[in-house]
């Protein structure tokens, strides 16, 4: 394969930030763009002088295409991203997975079936801190992991709302789905323990019911009246090995600033702030140190670019640091918070 000849499926928000990211990779080239909204499709296409299909099955249909990059609302990764692989053609899929654990795994038998690879583009997995926060971890940095702190809470940052965010049906979840499934890959990865055994978690709808709380995200119109995700959720999860993570996602919250984010991992010889960069540990001289900025080994990918990444993985140039079972182990941890949530109890997994 000389150059990756990519189409893009959703011209929304972040499917324009990405295809930019693949414009900039000298060996791909957007082809062809597709969106349900004729507009945003031809506005993206225009910018990569790439051809506009006039639907995403015209585009998954084309025979000159490798791979194609997914960013539709959750509720329709399932079926775009089967018509992708069985049409013989790589995937890059943007979280999360899908609606729930079922729609993931049938994404991934096709995937299985088709032979192609399936990619899930979790971007903050190539974040320099996190790239830094594993190598560290691997290097024994921390000793024995046992807990891990992960959080990103906003105190306005609902997309837009009445959007497909904010509606159960079209999202499958709110915050939790969102940017909790950042946080809680990112732990799962320092601690590269992908294995859960049991989930307790309660999710929240306290501020969108309510008119509250929007953040402006997101290009889709406004087609729902009913906010009926969560905007805030909380869960426990114990991983065999005896680790534990605390999680928390919240797109509106009172709380003193407006966005809260970061996973701490906490080690019988040291801890780390990952996104504010700081190393906690006992100094040489019988202090405490606490160190911003840790010496960053050379990084694996160090142009912290998931699109970069796809794109090398296809050329064989580099591992796919996201497999699809651990993927599918994050959607089987979602799936449980909420089934927790609604029972009240513990979800043994
Ligand atoms: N990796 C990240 O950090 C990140 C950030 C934001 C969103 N996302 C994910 O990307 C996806 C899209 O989110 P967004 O923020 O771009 O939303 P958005 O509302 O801005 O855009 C979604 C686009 O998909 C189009 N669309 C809807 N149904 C479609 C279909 N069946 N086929 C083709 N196009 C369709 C809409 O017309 C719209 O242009 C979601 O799954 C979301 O969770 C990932």
């Known amino acids: 394969m000389s150059k990756i000849r990519l189409g893009v499926i959703g011209a929304g928000e972040i499917g324009r930030l990405t295809a930019r990211d693949f414009s900039r990779h000298p060996d791909a080239e957007i082809v062809a763009v597709a969106d349900l909204n004729h507009d945003r499709a031809s506005d993206l296409a225009e910018k990569f002088s790439a051809d506009v299909a006039d639907h995403p099955g015209t585009l998954i249909a084309r025979d000159d295409l490798d791979a194609v990059y997914v960013a539709v609302p959750n509720k329709f990764h399932e079926e775009v991203a089967c018509s992708v692989l069985?049409?013989?053609?790589?995937?890059?899929?943007?979280?999360?997975?899908?609606?729930?654990?079922?729609?993931?795994?049938?994404?991934?038998?096709?995937?299985?079936?088709?032979?192609?690879?399936?990619?899930?583009?979790?971007?903050?997995?190539?974040?320099?801190?996190?790239?830094?926060?594993?190598?560290?971890?691997?290097?024994?940095?921390?000793?024995?992991?046992?807990?891990?702190?992960?959080?990103?809470?906003?105190?306005?940052?609902?997309?837009?709302?009445?959007?497909?965010?904010?509606?159960?049906?079209?999202?499958?979840?709110?915050?939790?789905?969102?940017?909790?499934?950042?946080?809680?890959?990112?732990?799962?990865?320092?601690?590269?323990?992908?294995?859960?055994?049991?989930?307790?978690?309660?999710?929240?709808?306290?501020?969108?019911?309510?008119?509250?709380?929007?953040?402006?995200?997101?290009?889709?119109?406004?087609?729902?009246?009913?906010?009926?995700?969560?905007?805030?959720?909380?869960?426990?999860?114990?991983?065999?090995?005896?680790?534990?993570?605390?999680?928390?996602?919240?797109?509106?919250?009172?709380?003193p600033s407006a966005n809260e984010h970061d996973v701490l991992i906490y080690g019988e010889n040291a801890g780390m702030a990952i996104y504010a960069d700081q190393l906690f540990r006992d100094g040489a001289d019988g202090g405490y140190q606490i160190i911003q900025g840790a010496s960053s080994p050379e990084l694996p990918f160090p142009h912290c670019n998931r699109a970069t990444h796809f794109i090398n993985v296809l050329l064989g140039r580099e591992a796919a640091l996201v497999t699809v079972d651990q993927a599918l182990a994050v959607q089987k941890i979602l799936d449980a918070i909420y089934q927790s949530s609604a029972s009240g109890r513990e979800v043994m997994i």
């Open 86 to 255: 069985d049409s013989g053609k790589h995937l890059m899929l943007d979280k999360p997975f899908a609606i729930d654990l079922a729609a993931a795994q049938r994404i991934a038998a096709a995937a299985q079936a088709s032979n192609r690879t399936l990619f899930l583009g979790m971007n903050q997995r190539f974040e320099r801190n996190v790239q830094r926060a594993r190598l560290l971890a691997d290097a024994g940095t921390f000793g024995n992991i046992y807990h891990v702190k992960a959080y990103w809470r906003r105190r306005q940052g609902i997309p837009r709302m009445g959007s497909w965010f904010t509606n159960k049906d079209t999202a499958g979840g709110g915050a939790l789905l969102d940017i909790g499934v950042h946080v809680l890959d990112v732990a799962l990865h320092v601690l590269d323990n992908f294995s859960p055994v049991s989930v307790s978690g309660a999710a929240f709808t306290r501020f969108g019911n309510r008119g509250l709380g929007e953040g402006g995200w997101g290009r889709s119109e406004r087609e729902y009246e009913n906010f009926d995700v969560d905007d805030f959720a909380t869960a426990m999860i114990r991983l065999d090995g005896g680790q534990v993570i605390t999680l928390e996602a919240a797109w509106a919250l009172h709380q």
